[in-house]
């Protein structure tokens, strides 16, 4: 049976030692924004990543739960193709699932793009805009932009998001029936071609020595068993920030930056905005016809 309350062991343990931040205050930020949080999380199998000791400590990426985990605690078993293991992987599917990961110091939720009732079909495409240094952030913006284009072009409607990191996520929404193979080729094409476009500012490659200062638009979480950080998730950086939906005028504008979106600035923005990453939760685009590499490859033939 699933308690009515979790109870928080060592709340006063600094998670953020330099900032003061405590397991009890990230407990208190993730109870105010589990309404909105936990549809993007539900049903998804987690990848934990616990920091005993906080942010400035060790850290370690867990696939299946340790055996002290309680009986009640949701869970997706997941057998991997590599070696037939079976992982117990976590369901964040309610508040009490969420704060047990918490007490656990698993800062960040890290789900599956696909769901534990159809776990080969993926919810939605997702671009990482990813950055080399913190202050080409305003390259990340334009890269965004020109994401958002060639989605337009392939009837698709995308999503941005900061990452909590130095860097963006864009989701595409789908209606499930698209393997991650369809997704991953589609993802492949569209980072490809701006690539091939933007040469100067655009790279798919993932050697920071080699991609330099571009900005490296990655396809590859779009894989089975993959994951990418939860909207919403609190990162283990300084300043504990937040994965934070955007507005496309904010990201026109330029003006955003990562650093302003944290565990105590984020509800005040969602009390204000609302839950602006509700439509990736809705689904229903189609990849285009060929999964759009014909659509996106003829321009560039001969």
């Given at each position: 049976?699933?308690?009515?309350?979790?109870?928080?062991?060592?709340?006063?343990?600094?998670?953020?030692?330099?900032?003061?931040?405590?397991?009890?205050?990230?407990?208190?930020?993730?109870?105010?924004?589990?309404?909105?949080?936990?549809?993007?999380?539900?049903?998804?199998?987690?990848?934990?990543?616990?920091?005993?000791?906080?942010?400035?400590?060790?850290?370690?990426?867990?696939?299946?739960?340790?055996?002290?985990?309680?009986?009640?605690?949701?869970?997706?078993?997941?057998?991997?193709?590599?070696?037939?293991?079976?992982?117990?992987?976590?369901?964040?599917?309610?508040?009490?699932?969420?704060?047990?990961?918490?007490?656990?110091?698993?800062?960040?939720?890290?789900?599956?793009?696909?769901?534990?009732?159809?776990?080969?079909?993926?919810?939605?495409?997702?671009?990482?805009?990813?950055?080399?240094?913190?202050?080409?952030?305003?390259?990340?913006?334009?890269?965004?932009?020109?994401?958002?284009?060639?989605?337009?072009?392939?009837?698709?409607?995308?999503?941005?998001?900061?990452?909590?990191?130095?860097?963006?996520?864009?989701?595409?929404?789908?209606?499930?029936?698209?393997?991650?193979?369809?997704?991953?080729?589609?993802?492949?094409?569209?980072?490809?071609?701006?690539?091939?476009?933007?040469?100067?500012?655009?790279?798919?490659?993932?050697?920071?020595?080699?991609?330099?200062?571009?900005?490296?638009?990655?396809?590859?979480?779009?894989?089975?068993?993959?994951?990418?950080?939860?909207?919403?998730?609190?990162?283990?950086?300084?300043?504990?920030?937040?994965?934070?939906?955007?507005?496309?005028?904010?990201?026109?504008?330029?003006?955003?930056?990562?650093?302003?979106?944290?565990?105590?600035?984020?509800?005040?923005?969602?009390?204000?905005?609302?839950?602006?990453?509700?439509?990736?939760?809705?689904?229903?685009?189609?990849?285009?016809?060929?999964?759009?590499s014909g659509a996106v490859d003829a321009r560039h033939r001969g």
């Amino acid at each position: 049976m699933t308690p009515s309350r979790v109870l928080l062991t060592h709340p006063d343990k600094l998670l953020w030692p330099a900032d003061g931040i405590t397991k009890a205050d990230l407990a208190a930020y993730y109870e105010r924004v589990a309404p909105v949080l936990l549809p993007h999380v539900r049903d998804r199998p987690l990848v934990m990543r616990p920091f005993p000791q906080g942010i400035s400590g060790r850290s370690f990426y867990r696939q299946s739960l340790p055996r002290t985990a309680p009986g009640w605690l949701p869970r997706f078993t997941h057998v991997t193709a590599a070696d037939g293991r079976a992982n117990l992987m976590p369901l964040a599917s309610c508040l009490q699932a969420l704060l047990w990961l918490v007490n656990q110091a698993a800062i960040e939720l890290h789900p599956w793009l696909s769901r534990i009732d159809e776990p080969a079909a993926p919810d939605f495409l997702v671009f990482d805009l990813d950055i080399v240094r913190a202050e080409l952030f305003p390259l990340a913006l334009e890269a965004a932009l020109l994401v958002r284009g060639e989605l337009r072009r392939l009837g698709l409607a995308g999503y941005p998001k900061t990452s909590g990191g130095d860097g963006l996520h864009i989701y595409v929404p789908l209606a499930r029936g698209p393997g991650y193979d369809d997704t991953h080729r589609t993802a492949l094409t569209v980072a490809r071609s701006l690539e091939t476009d933007h040469p100067r500012l655009i790279s798919t490659d993932p050697r920071p020595a080699r991609r330099k200062d571009r900005v490296m638009v990655d396809y590859a979480q779009n894989a089975k068993g993959h994951t990418t950080v939860a909207v919403y998730s609190v990162r283990p950086r300084p300043g504990a920030p937040v994965s934070m939906p955007l507005r496309w005028e904010e990201v026109e504008q330029g003006a955003i930056r990562p650093a302003m979106f944290t565990i105590a600035t984020a509800p005040q923005r969602l009390d204000a905005l609302g839950e602006l990453f509700s439509p990736v939760l809705a689904g229903g685009q189609r990849l285009p016809p060929g999964n759009g590499s014909g659509a996106v490859d003829a321009r560039h033939r001969g």
